[in-house]
């Protein structure tokens, strides 16, 4: 149980800023009424905000049916996504987009121009064929061109899956074949650093290695560098589009009905196609924008995540257009041209919301600690963290140097499956302490349970956090793979709770404490990365023998990647210096960058049981600097601990 020592002695507490009180969404009294209708009557509770919050077609009759680990929510109800992000928000000449671009242009969209750009667009998709359930993979850098294709794509009830624009495309082609997408949308190429990236010719690798399903590539020309065109297959997104605005009515889509796939890394090689579907994804997301990050009519909310990952998905998109909110997105590096581009941003849009993850402050205050002082950021009132533990340390210079010891911070914890945040502050009420994401929000049932899953109500005692009743941005499962999901967050504990697969401690406050994950999944700069899917794409290199891999505790990305390897007979005398550097390229073309390697050790052999499994435990402990933490004498080669301490 991992970082507990030194959370432990954390107590400094952030009572609500009174300012901030007098004017947040939500008051003491009604997050106590929100909990206490919860208790009583928890499927009023969902009902009632559904109905409230929600634009539907038909209004739904049964709230919540099914048992685990299969449940549905508002089955018999219909909508559509888009109606609830655009149409409802048209003729207020709001602006909902302000993207600002690496090399610093700006480009405003209001609400009305977005209608108008997904109508016509989603035209062009429905002219190519394409039909409710089809699954389009977007391949984008987040772009208004990427909101309007994931819109486009719910308004005509196509199942998008977003994949990060900097997976290989070997990743790739791993995802479209699993969704057995029919089409593709992406760019000719995109800066990051300064750099092109050239994401065209990754479709194309990708697409190289056998992806029958997808008929369509649609290319958006965003940075105007060559590619490679194949007339059969490949399409320009401006070339399809209407010569005159289209109105395209959106598809009834019932509650159930899929919304995305987005895959995310698990604890085998092959990540997972988690689902959503329709409207509980969308409440969950309307509510927790409203609730956590006290979305107003005035506010600017600069959520920095790709779209590419869950972050991106429910506060980029989804849930603060269905607030009717503004949001500014920008696509180019926290660094670049230096580390003050972030407090720049804020300090000309007037940013009034900002969310970002601990690894992106921890570097930027490494890079400047006191590079805040020179920008103006008055105009924030709200900071959010998410996608791993932050450490006070960070917390503290984040509340001081960015929130000029005003702005209330909402540490949020949620996964790609929850949907939406799950356990969080409310900013108007809850007391914080730097590092917990303190309270489950009202109408999530989290507890912290031993292995035998009784609930541990012992303060500071760690568990598995679970999740007991059920939600409706719950994941609907795993695209093609009932087994998976029944296995990976059910069997546990007899589908009695969702199983985060996170641990976690409460303090005498009830204050919940994540500690790390119980499984092989690492969280490497706030990503998601399975060891497994390291291992497998560094054992898929000619010269090794075996690999495994571990993390270990790093200043600014959280936890880093060592990977041990041992090569085959013959190799021996290779350059070690040189073929590490080679494994790190060759995990960045299997994977890509986010999961090469930070160290690669190699041995004769890893330290295995009598029945041959590579006890991956006595290698953290290695990795880690630890003493080793448990009994040696299974091993198969006991020699090995010594001889790989000794090569660190
Ligand atoms: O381990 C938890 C960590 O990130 C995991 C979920 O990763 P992903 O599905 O990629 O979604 C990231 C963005 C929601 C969790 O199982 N995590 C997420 N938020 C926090 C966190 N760990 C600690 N504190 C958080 N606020």
Request: glycine share 6%; aromatic share 10%.
């Amino acid at each position: 149980m991992k970082n507990i020592e030194s959370s432990l002695k954390e107590s400094r507490t952030y009572k609500p800023n009174p300012k901030f009180a007098s004017n947040s969404n939500v008051t003491k009294k009604q997050l106590d009424d929100l909990h206490k209708n919860y208790q009583n009557d928890s499927e009023q509770f969902w009902k009632d905000l559904a109905i409230n919050e929600i634009k539907w077609i038909k209004q739904f009759e049964t709230c919540c049916s099914g048992v685990a680990p299969y449940y549905k929510w508002f089955e018999d109800g219909e909508l559509n996504v888009t109606e609830n992000c655009l149409d409802r928000f048209i003729g207020r000449s709001k602006n909902a987009i302000i993207h600002i671009s690496e090399t610093n242009d700006k480009n405003i969209i209001t609400y009305d121009e977005l209608f108008v750009l997904v109508n016509n667009f989603s035209w062009a998709l429905q002219n190519l064929g394409l039909k409710k359930g089809d699954r389009v993979i977007i391949y984008m850098p987040t772009i208004p061109e990427s909101i309007i294709a994931v819109l486009s794509c719910a308004r005509l009830g196509l199942i998008h899956s977003v994949v990060f624009a900097g997976f290989s495309s070997e990743s790739l082609a791993n995802r479209i074949n699993d969704c057995e997408a029919k089409a593709i949308i992406t760019v000719d190429g995109f800066k990051r650093n300064g750099k092109l990236i050239q994401a065209k010719k990754t479709v194309d690798d990708a697409l190289a290695l056998g992806c029958k399903s997808v008929l369509k590539c649609i290319i958006f020309k965003h940075n105007g560098n060559r590619i490679a065109f194949n007339h059969s297959q490949d399409i320009w997104w401006d070339e399809i589009l209407p010569n005159k605005d289209k109105i395209v009515c959106p598809e009834k889509m019932s509650s159930e009905d899929l919304l995305f796939i987005l895959y995310t890394s698990g604890s085998t090689g092959k990540p997972k196609g988690i689902i959503h579907s329709t409207a509980g994804y969308l409440l969950n997301c309307i509510i927790t924008n409203k609730w956590v990050f006290d979305l107003k009519e005035e506010d600017i909310f600069w959520c920095t995540a790709d779209i590419g990952w869950i972050t991106g998905h429910s506060y980029v998109i989804y849930g603060p257009l269905a607030t009717g909110s503004t949001i500014l997105i920008y696509d180019g590096a926290p660094t670049y041209p230096k580390p003050d581009r972030f407090w720049r941003i804020i300090q000309d849009n007037k940013v009034t919301i900002f969310y970002t993850a601990p690894t992106a402050i921890r570097t930027l205050m490494k890079l400047g600690e006191n590079l805040p002082d020179n920008f103006n950021l008055e105009s924030l009132r709200l900071l959010g963290t998410v996608g791993e533990p932050i450490n006070p340390k960070a917390w503290v210079w984040y509340q001081t140097k960015i929130g000029n010891s005003a702005c209330p911070i909402v540490d949020t914890w949620w996964q790609t499956e929850t949907g939406a945040n799950m356990i969080a502050p409310l900013p108007g009420v809850t007391e914080t302490i730097p590092g917990t994401c303190t309270q489950a929000l009202p109408g999530i049932d989290a507890l912290i349970v031993d292995e035998k899953g009784n609930e541990i109500n012992k303060a500071n005692q760690g568990g598995y956090l679970v999740i007991r009743k059920p939600w409706p941005s719950m994941l609907r499962g795993i695209w093609g793979d009932k087994k998976r999901y029944q296995e990976t967050y059910w069997s546990k504990f007899k589908n009695k709770y969702y199983v985060t697969g996170d641990t976690a401690r409460k303090d005498k406050y009830g204050n919940i404490w994540i500690m790390g994950r119980a499984d092989d999944v690492v969280n490497i700069s706030g990503h998601r990365l399975g060891t497994m899917e390291i291992e497998s794409a560094i054992v898929s290199h000619d010269f090794v023998a075996e690999s495994a891999v571990v993390s270990y505790k790093h200043e600014i990305k959280g936890e880093a990647i060592h990977a041990f390897v041992t090569l085959k007979d013959g190799y021996s005398e290779v350059n070690k210096k040189e073929l590490a550097e080679k494994l790190r390229e060759w995990v960045k073309t299997k994977i890509g960058s986010i999961a090469k390697p930070d160290k690669i050790s190699f041995s004769n052999a890893l330290p295995k049981t009598r029945s041959g499994k590579i006890m991956r435990r006595l290698l953290r402990n290695i990795a880690r600097g630890e003493a080793i933490s448990s009994d040696t004498s299974t091993l198969e080669n006991e020699d090995i601990l010594k001889q790989l301490q000794n090569i660190l």
